[in-house]
T-cell receptor, first 118, second 117 residues
Framework: DVKVTQSSRYLVKRTGEKVFLECVQD?????MFWYRQDPGLGLRLIYF???????EKGDIPEGYSVSREKKERFSLILESASTNQTSMYLCASSPPMGGVPSGANVLTFGAGSRLTVL | AQKVTQAQTEISVVEKEDVTLDCVYE???????LFWYKQPPSGELVFLIRRNSFDEQNEISGRYSWNFQKSTSSFNFTITASQVVDSAVYFC??????????????FGKGTKLSVIP
């Protein structure tokens, strides 16, 4: 069964702390994504990566960075957590589809990491 | 810029009723993809369907059906004879086929469906 695993379901951090959210996929997917989900706002893309060591900004990258040193792992980093980063964070991955536009990719999501910043 | 509107924030139905979740989209591309995802209370979004802009055939999968109408830029989702297990947040999403935004899915804000026994 294919999987995207997020290391922590629930985290509580203090303002100013550095926070690492880890995501691992076992499907050999090239593309990986970090989304943020907030009530009334839906899902918003923070960063994505289409290859090892490659990253692209999404719609709301401010206050976040990412790291992809290995194909299967995509980390989201909050350098100095703030209360407005309290949210549900969702990781996803997708394969390239060889000849089919990448916009057609189906995402496989992890179960999410609920972060509370106090 | 692409946009997806799910006007229904929350819907409640009694079990066995039919329910339709609306999705209206905006895009300037002629080639694009539409998706529906389900997010049950466990939190993990699950893919339901993908449609490309050239395929306007309606689709049925068991109790689920989808009505794609380019003329009204809508991609509505109907659940027939709803069940408690259908309770979830449902997201409609749009992706343009190529170019700089090709990796990005634009999600609607979701519709929370509650099926009451």
């Amino acid at each position: 069964d294919v999987k995207v695993t997020q290391s922590s379901r629930y985290l509580v951090k203090r303002t100013g702390e550095k926070v690492f959210l880890e995501c691992v996929q076992d499907m050999d997917h090239e593309n990986m994504f970090w989304y943020r989900q907030d009530p009334g706002l839906g899902l918003r893309l923070i960063y994505f990566s289409y290859d090892v060591k490659m990253k692209e900004k999404g719609d709301i990258p401010e206050g976040y960075s990412v790291s992809r040193e290995k194909k299967e792992r995509f980390s989201l980093i909050l350098e100095s957590a703030s209360t407005n980063q309290t949210s549900m964070y969702l990781c996803a991955s997708s394969p390239p589809m060889g000849g089919v536009p990448s916009g057609a990719n189906v995402l496989t999501f992890g179960a999410g990491s609920r972060l509370t910043v106090l | 810029a692409q946009k997806v509107t799910q006007a229904q924030t929350e819907i409640s139905v009694v079990e066995k009723e039919d329910v339709t979740l609306d999705c209206v989209y905006e895009t300037r591309d002629t080639t694009y993809y539409l998706f529906w995802y389900k997010q049950p209370p466990s939190g993990e979004l699950v893919f339901l369907i993908r449609r490309n802009s050239f395929d306007e055939q309606n689709e049925i999968s068991g109790r689920y059906s989808w009505n794609f109408q380019k003329s009204t830029s809508s991609f509505n989702f109907t659940i027939t004879a709803s069940q408690v297990v259908d309770s979830a947040v449902y997201f409609c999403a749009l992706s343009e086929a190529g170019g700089a935004g090709s990796y990005q899915l634009t999600f609607g804000k979701g519709t929370k469906l509650s099926v009451i026994p």
